[in-house]
């Protein structure tokens, strides 16, 4: 071991923030944090950003320990070979490991009209972008959410609370991981709110226009703001710099969250995909997988020897607005049980959920090291019986 380790960590989110602060145990050890933003973005938020009831952002200065420096840029290629990182002011970061955590992001939609007239959400510049253009039309106006999973489910609640006409449109079941009961609530909740569901699979979008959204069946629904909150994609940084990536773009790791190609990159978050089998997507998986990337690096510097990831998030947590939600509970296979807490209940447990997932940050900050999650001893029998 050298007398002084750089590590960097691409992506401040709730993995990269974990992973960073959770270095700090070591004073050999210097960790620098390379992130587009200035701000701490908490994603949990970014529907109550479009409906105008929180502003998803967060001083880093309250969730990054004092020891890990920031630097505001973008990874634009990493030099495996020469353990090197560009950024786009075209200066190149040294490393001597490097924690992978840039996030996920909303895909391109392969939709006729889509890219020009839907508006995505995933991030918080998007997600301001759609709150100014949902403030510039009248209170009527029709607003069609696209996507029934949770970012769908918590818009198009949050903004027909807020007295806004709303359309949610999913080619599917409406939030396919929730159990059909708590799915029933769901929808019970929705029409209560006024919000119109459309769903099944003669509700497939077929083309988005200024003022419609189409559908496989024929029916054309009138649209003055039309929200795109279905896929998923990850920041194409692995790909281009060589890294071995999934067919989502997701790098590539064993179960210590290493790279297959180069033990000096562990990745964390949404954009890693140990064995082929990712992990679910959560604020409070995020953080604890960064805390396992950290635990990696921590572990090799020490000589001693990686351990596999485990994190077990035994829950799925969904607003419906601010008086309404359905906390989903989940057996260790991460499918839904029938148990589910619904109403305010519900909303309570999910406002509890967005403010652990900053705090456990903060917590971290002050003690590094100190974070703790539940463990699945599932997950060998999971890769078992994942296809190869």
Known sequence: MTAHTEVLVVGGGYAGVMAANRLTQRDDVSVTLINP?????????????????HDAVVDYRDVLADRVRLVVDTATRIDAAGRSVTLTNGRAAGYDHLIYAVGSHSIEARVPGADEFAHPIATLEAAQRLRSIVEAVPATAALTVIGAGPTGLETAAELAEQGRRVTLVSGGVLGPYLHPRARRTASRRFAALGVTVV????????????????????????????????????????????????????????????????????????????????????????????????????????????TAARVFFPAMCISFGRGAG???IAHRDDTAMRLFVSGRPGAKLKEFACESSVKHLINEARKPGSHRWLKNDNRPQLLAGAPA
């Open 199 to 306: 769903d099944g699979p003669d509700a497939k979008v077929t083309a988005v226009t200024r003022d419609s959204v189409h559908l496989r069946d024929g029916r054309e629904l009138p649209s003055a703001v039309t929200i795109w909150t279905a896929g998923f994609g990850v920041p194409d940084l692995a790909t281009r710099s060589g890294l071995r990536t999934d067919n989502a773009g997701r790098l590539v790791t064993d179960e210590t969250l290493t790279s297959v190609d180069d033990e000096h990159i562990v990745a964390a978050g949404d954009s890693a995909a140990p064995s082929g089998l990712p992990f679910r997507m959560s604020a409070y998986a995020a953080g604890c997988l960064g805390a396992h990337a950290a635990d990696t690096v921590l572990r090799r510097l020490a000589g001693t020897p990686p």
């Open 326 to 328: 359905i906390y989903q």
């Open 37 to 53: 933003r200035p701000t701490f973005v908490p994603r949990l938020r970014l529907h109550q950003l479009v409906a105008g009831t």
